[in-house]
């Protein structure tokens, strides 16, 4: 299923499909999380740089990401 159409089934009545494209979406969006995150660090952005544009707090991205990142 495409982007606008899981975006489209997230407003769907039916609890089921509402859910399932929540989930669906929820799975994207870490999936391009991560991946904007290791390229964050592959050029060079620090923990905090990464945190600030996320919203987050630098241990929070850190915890997260790490473990997908060198360094």
């Not at 050029?43 to 740089?49: I, L, N, V, Y």
């Amino acid at each position: 299923m495409e982007v606008t159409e899981l975006a489209e089934a997230a407003t769907d009545r039916d609890p089921g499909v509402g859910l399932a494209a929540v989930a669906a979406l929820r799975t994207l969006l870490e999936e391009l999380e991560a991946m904007h995150v290791s390229n964050a660090r592959s050029q060079g952005w620090s923990w905090e740089q990464i945190a600030d544009a996320l919203g987050v707090r630098r241990q929070t991205a850190h915890r997260k990401h790490a473990h997908r990142t060198r360094g």
